[in-house]
């Protein structure tokens, strides 16, 4: 390990936890410098995206399914739901996936909202963004090592996976009711 690199936060994390960090604590730790714009740049990701890429941009439903909540995203959320909806869509460039994406909508915002359940391959992010009503945290940051749950699910069809990924994630409340953002950043993101 080279001496003077900056320290991921996994370096320093107690086992099993990952640490998410405000941006201003961000700089005190390496990220890839072709990651960095992407991850910590102004504006949805999707709408980036569709700038860079142009008509190569594409968004896939991967998979969606109820399940149980982790005390952690209890309280990230701040609920006391014990289950969610986790919906989870690529967003790629030139059939490369760059951003893995992961929505987690907890039974009561769902009952309130369950047009939720039915988005498909839309960006949840351009959609609400369009509606009143919206308030979204400040986006915290982590380094996901490769077999963090969101990490691993986004590496899964990887032929070299890498040690881990920088992730970010905001927590919506859609008219006072809260559901959460993760977007994790594949080593792909601003290759074209």
Request: aromatic share 8%; glycine share 8%.
């Amino acid at each position: 390990m080279n001496p003077n690199a900056k320290p991921r936060p996994s370096d320093t994390r107690k086992p099993d936890s990952v640490q998410w960090l405000p941006a201003e604590r961000l700089g005190q730790f390496h990220v890839d410098p072709r990651v960095r714009p992407w991850l910590i740049g102004k504006g949805l990701i999707s709408l980036r995206m569709k700038d860079a890429c142009g008509e190569r941009y594409a968004a896939r439903l991967v998979e969606q399914w109820t399940g149980l909540l982790s005390g952690e995203l209890k309280a990230c959320l701040e609920v006391g739901d014990s289950a969610a909806l986790f919906s989870e869509v690529e967003l790629s460039c030139d059939d490369q996936v760059w951003v893995f994406v992961q929505s987690v909508i907890p039974d009561d915002t769902l009952c309130l909202h369950p047009w939720l359940a039915e988005l498909g391959d839309c960006s949840l992010g351009e959609l609400i963004s369009t509606l009143s009503g919206v308030e979204r945290s400040s986006y915290e940051y982590g380094w996901l090592p490769a077999d963090d749950a969101l990490s691993a699910r986004a590496l899964r069809d990887a032929d070299l996976a890498p040690q881990g990924l920088w992730a970010r994630r905001s927590r919506i409340l859609l008219r006072g009711a809260p559901l959460l953002a993760q977007e994790a950043f594949l080593p792909s993101v601003g290759r074209i």
